[in-house]
């Protein structure tokens, strides 16, 4: 069950290699710096430190709200870390913590932060609204206010695809924290933080990702589950979300959303069957009933679109890496953020999130609020 296709016969392009960066301009930013990591436990932030280590900052903040994965991703890097002499510094907590995040930004003295954590799972999210949009939003509010207040040299705010016309709360709520972080950084002045936004799709490979749930189905004797036979998704490494992160935020001079020229979508079910493939499994299907895997068409999950929009749309602009582009976007205004903020604020001290969607309907496009009466079509069928 080791065995999977190598990155690029799926991902319909060749993957952006660590070559590609080396010596570019900008990347010594993070030498010698204190830099904190909010959900280094997850599979993008423990990248993000792994890739770090190897830029030397002074002090790296491992900022996590699950004992486990920052237990896990603190013993993984700690030799890495010492013979690079970087120090490690492991803090439990929530970036919906106000009073923690702007002790550890003061007493850490951080001069950068990669806001990483976030609920990423669609269904999840969906299922648990308020949950996610307070985790998703409210969380990067206060920890971008607390960087700009605490005197951060820069903040680089990590995306989703799934955030370009959202039809679902995990991808509304990674659009507001997107708007969020555009309002402060609009409001910035010349000697002000440089705040940011990278923005990327599917990581193969990452926690509750089609991958790893593919290679369990598989080893489980099957069947392996597919949403939608024609739905299709834009993928890249965990190295290569790593490496456009970590370049973009050092290229950045404050206010923009970089994306990644991703190629073409790939189709779930082409990938399944890469999966069994790969395995060394046979497929079954109507000419080979005796095959080892099945595959099951199981529908879409609510909050799901058969197909995502492509990062790249012919309007952005290129920057100093030929993979990286800048994309024309003027957010909200301070008002409007204001309002979807204090609407989001009421519904989570209600316990009902009708406010909230309501007002998040009203101002960013694409997201269809799932308790308007008026909304017949479920958000799942939506492509």
Do not use: W
């Amino acid at each position: 069950m080791n065995k999977m296709p190598t990155p690029d016969m799926f991902l319909g392009r060749t993957e952006v290699g660590e070559d590609t960066l080396d010596g570019l301009y900008g990347l010594e930013t993070y030498v010698g710096k204190s830099v904190l990591v909010s959900g280094a436990g997850g599979s993008i932030g423990s990248e993000l430190c792994r890739q770090l280590i190897h830029h030397r900052p002074g002090r790296l903040i491992l900022f996590d709200l699950s004992e486990v994965a920052l237990f896990d991703v603190h013993r993984t890097l700690l030799q890495t870390a010492s013979a690079a002499q970087v120090e490690l510094v492991p803090v439990l907590g929530s970036v919906t913590d106000g009073i923690l995040v702007a002790q550890v930004l003061a007493q850490q003295s951080v001069d950068i932060v990669l806001h990483a954590a976030a609920y990423k799972h669609v269904s999840l999210v969906q299922r648990n609204p308020l949950v996610g949009l307070s985790n998703n939003a409210l969380g990067t509010h206060v920890l971008t206010t607390a960087a700009v207040q605490a005197g951060v040299e820069r903040f680089i705010l990590v995306s989703s695809d799934k955030a370009m016309r959202p039809s679902g709360v995990m991808g509304v709520s990674k659009r507001l924290a997107e708007l969020i972080v555009q309002d402060i950084a609009h409001r910035m002045g010349d000697d002000g933080p440089i705040l940011s936004i990278v923005r990327f799709g599917n990581v193969l490979g990452s926690s509750g990702s089609v991958v790893p749930i593919f290679q369990d189905q598989i080893s489980r004797g099957g069947p392996v589950t597919v949403t939608d036979p024609h739905a299709t998704r834009y993928f890249m490494t965990v190295s290569e979300a790593g490496r456009l992160v970590l370049y973009a935020g050092a290229m950045s001079r404050g206010g923009e959303i970089f994306v990644l020229d991703m190629g073409k979508p790939v189709r779930i079910l082409d990938l399944a069957l890469q999966a069994i493939v790969a395995a060394g499994r046979t497929i079954r299907s109507p000419k080979v009933p005796n095959g080892e895997i099945a595959v099951e068409i199981v529908g879409l999950c609510e909050g799901e679109n058969r197909h995502e929009q492509a990062l790249c749309d012919g309007t952005e602009k290129a920057t100093a890496h030929h993979r990286i582009f800048c994309l024309e976007d003027a957010g909200l205004s301070e008002f409007e953020v204001a309002e979807i903020l204090r609407a989001l604020r009421n519904a989570i001290a209600s316990g009902q999130p009708e406010e909230a969607f309501s007002a998040l309907a009203r101002r960013i496009p694409g997201f269809r609020n799932p308790t308007d009466p008026e909304e017949t079509l479920p958000i799942a069928h939506i492509s």
